[in-house]
């Protein structure tokens, strides 16, 4: 064998690689190991530069102007994202860094850059830090799905880590035989080479996907992270947390500078200092993270673990007071280098495992990049006061250093009560333990790890099942034999997590403990099963899979090809070398020979999820075959088959299934599985009314199911020149996402607006009915109606009749948004139904609620719920207007109420249809619904 192959072999088997992504992991290494050693060049470069010149009093300004541009290009950077592709900002953010390197290499070289013009470099490489780390990680999510990216982000961030320590060593080197100024320039030729493998990938990995796809990967958009942090203590606390960590890393960092620049006046030997310690503080931390992270964590637990950093820079603090020297500042800042990403970080992550991941994802990017600029600003505040103001040695920032770590060690001791807090609530939801008689003690949470083993131990078992969905986030390999423990746990979804979370660690291969449960009687056990032996089997698996797709036992055929479609998904090479789409055509062949229902049933399913799974286009009809079933569970699997292939052509067939009592939470599941970017599809269909009437308010539990601001925008736009049960059912949704998520945003001006504009409406109802009495009184006096035209006008007066009671609904349930449900709807409720003298006092309480403006519109309307439809003390009450007949039906047409406009056009041509060509005209020019315009067609035919 050859030494190439033995070490892709090897490389394989150590990280948990497929074949198939190894040259795709390896060019995402390759760019994150570029990017961090020209990183690493940059940095010490520009620092050495900015010192020799400006000295150390500029640092606390650099800190406070590098924090005014974080968080003003963080705005501009996020709305650019929603404005172009990413591989466009990747591109030009890459060609902008190269520019820009040249040209500040050339103003250092000529000495053109002097004074006050050192602070844009000095600020420029923070940010090109921030930002390329950044959109590498958008760009290697996208190029990977969940599953994929958990195990090779290991093996991609190995990349950064090697590019943090060789960067700064060659720098250290490259100062030997370059001036510090040329630096850049190798910078910027690394920087190139960024260039064609982003396109490559771009190309190859991420133009396959579609937008669904895309956006399952990425980080959902539209939240307010601010308030989801003040929302939850935890979030809170741990953001203080963070944020104090950074503002004393800021000042120590001062220190660092100062100390080194006072000491060291040769620039190249300075660039050489920093080069070296930088990519030593990396080596460090490495040492730490592989050798003593988990040991430190594991002995110590995750709140007294994050006692190390501080302790250390407070020791180091303490010393410097004493003995003011560079060998103490290097200690301090190795020590805050190497423990913040390592033992401090660790124990950081699983703090927040009572946090739900979607929260998370949310206030990631904040928390990394707000909260850190923030916190860097009032560095340079504090440094500004205390150095510049007050003129005192940099050795006595210690004395803040100390202060400020008091205050973070009190954050910290109430930051682990409070995760004790919310671990006790984690586990005593409803949706996690049942109030049964003969349920468990409540578990004692004492440190993380062991809380959580505990709960693996010996929790109830829903307890068990959540925590297991927690740890399949952290990934930890100290969870490793309480995991294993329940493989032989009586419940099936207990185990099933459990393999799950398994195929993820490495401590041990369990084939031999995991081979037995493929013949487990739940499907789901085997084929988790399954796919676990796929990836650690060390025999044949082609031979091992061909045994049980052929096996007599049908659960077991069935799971063996699920499993084996879940595992080739996204997987080219190993399709072809199992053969997968010949699988699946034995498989529905073997179909038609069936004779048992059962077993006719069981294997349609399992055809279906494996053709969901490895999105073969060939097999897409069987699909759609499929939800034509008259078996609700066929219907079903078909329905979240549909939306693991994440293909468009599916969406309308899965929304004809919303308005089925029996296939409906299948199919709101299905169609939220596409991810946000459906909603904007489902807000179209509704609005082009692509989809059937009755199937459009069930969209609304859709859309609702997100929860986000952007389903909040969408819904709105939905309450908007709709049919009336579509805008009810958006109306109730919002009005559902406001008290359950209080950090979502509707306007009181929208509301308040559209209340107006439903008062607005009801009054012109009224008039029309009002308007069409004097019509029809007039033409039976002149003796110029028929019988067929007084009958569709009575019948249209019917109808708005039956709006007009109509139309207080939305109203009202405007109102819901506005104010408590709990203490509006039973008035409602009272002035809907109740007896009169009960309808009044409901009336003048919502005379006291309401405001000034709202009351002046809505009361008179109320009240005009007291009177008799068509009386004239509501007329004059509500100041009627008399419209003329092409007046009417000019506003009955502007509404979105098919049945109104249908009538309306029956009564037209019962009538002298002739006056009306201008209107029937303009409806066929401006209508949507079809039907409505074929029909205004036809009557346009007639009279021509």
Known sequence: ??????????????????????????????????????????KPTINSLFLSELTSDALPLGYVLTAIMAIIGYHFYDKALEKYPLNIIIDRTIIGSVISLVIFSLTFIFNVANGMLLFIPYVWVAIFGLLT???????????????????????????????????????????????????????????????????????????????????????????????????????????????????????????????????????????????????????????????????????????????????????????????PQLWVIVFIKIVDGSLKQSVNKA??????????????????????????????????????????????????????????ISIWLYFIYHLRLEYIVAFKAFLEDETVVKKEKNAKETIKITSIVDTVIRVLNSGTENQIIHMLQKTLEVKDERFFFAIKNLLNHPSAEIKTLAIENLYFLKTEKLVSHIE????????????????????????????????????????????????????????????????????????????????????????????????????????????????????TDIVNTALKSASQTLHEQFIPEIISHLSNKENRKTAIDALYAYGDSVIDVLFEVIKNELIDLEDSPFVMLVIEKFASQKAINRLIKLTEDTEHIVKIEAIEALKRLKWKHPNLIIKDRFIVDNILDECYLYQNTLSVIHSQIVLQYKKKTDELESIKENEARNALVNLLEQRLDRQLQPMFRFLGIKYPPNDLDPIINTILNGKE????????????????????????????????????????????????????????????????????????????????????????????????KQRAQEILSVIS
């Open 347 to 404: 124990a950081t992550e699983l703090l927040s495992i009572p946090i739900p991941i979607e929260i998370k994802k949310k206030t990631k990017t904040f928390t990394d990049v707000v909260i850190d600029s923030i916190a860097t600003g009032l560095a340079g505040f504090i440094l500004i006061f205390f150095i510049n103001g007050l003129n005192i040695s940099s050795t006595y920032i210690s004395l803040i250093i100390i202060g400020l």
């Open 516 to 631: 037995p449960l493929i013949h487990d009687e739940n499907q789901e056990v085997t084929t988790a099963a399954f796919r676990y032996l796929l990836k650690n089997k060390k025999e044949d698996t082609v031979a091992f899979f061909n045994f049980y797709l052929n096996n007599d036992d049908k659960t077991i055929k069935n799971a063996a090809l699920i499993g084996l479609s879940l595992e080739l998904r996204n997987n080219q090479a190993l399709q072809q070398r199992f053969n997968i789409e010949n699988k699946i055509s034995n498989a529905l062949s073997e179909l038609n020979t069936l004779q048992n229902d059962l077993d006719k049933t069981h294997k349609t399913q399992a055809i279906l999820e494996a053709i969901g799974n490895i999105r073969l286009k060939k097999f897409y009809p069987f699909i759609t075959q499929q939800l034509k079933s008259n078996e």
């Open 1 to 42: 064998m050859s030494i190439n192959k033995t070490l892709k072999l090897y490389i394989l088997k150590v990280f948990d690689l497929k074949e198939d992504e190894l040259s795709k992991t390896l060019l995402l290494q390759l760019n994150i190991f570029i990017i961090i050693t020209a990183l690493l060049i940059i």
């Open 133 to 323: 780390a950044s959109q590498f990680w958008i760009l290697a999510n996208l190029v990977y799905n969940v599953r994929e990216a958990k195990r090779v982000f290991g093996f991609i961030g190995a990349g950064a880590i090697a590019g943090g320590i060789f960067g700064g060593y060659l720098t250290s080197l490259l100062t030997q035989f370059f001036y510090t100024e040329y630096l850049l320039f190798v910078a910027a030729l690394l920087l190139c080479i960024c260039i064609p493998i982003t396109r490559y990938l771009w190309k190859h990995e991420v133009e396959k996907l579609n937008p669904f796809q895309i956006s399952l990967r990425t980080n959902p958009k539209g939240e307010s992270p601010i308030k989801l942090i003040k929302q939850s203590k935890l979030l809170s606390l741990i953001a203080t947390v963070i944020g104090i960590s950074v503002l004393v890393a800021k000042l120590v960092d001062y220190q660092y500078s100062d100390y080194a620049s006072k000491l060291i006046d040769d620039q190249d030997e300075l660039t050489s200092f920093f080069g070296f310690w930088f990519s030593t503080l990396s080596v460090v931390s490495l040492i730490i993270q592989l050798f003593l992270t988990k040991r430190i964590v594991g002995t110590f637990g995750v709140g007294k673990s994050l006692l190390w950093l501080p302790s250390g820079i407070l020791v180091g603090s303490f010393l410097l007071l004493i003995l």
């Open 837 to 932: 003298e009960q309808r009044i006092h409901a009336i003048e309480f919502l005379d006291n609620i309401l405001d000034k403006q709202l009351k002046k519109e809505l009361i008179p309307v109320t009240e005009s719920i007291l009177y008799e439809t068509n009386s004239e003390e509501k007329i004059k009450n509500l100041n009627i207007k008399i419209l003329s007949e092409v007046e009417c039906y000019h506003s009955l047409f502007k509404r979105k109420d098919s049945k109104l406009k249908m009538a309306v056009l029956y009564l037209i041509e019962q009538s002298n249809p002739t006056k009306f060509s201008a209107l029937l005209e303009m409806i066929i020019q401006t209508e949507r619904n079809e039907k409505i």
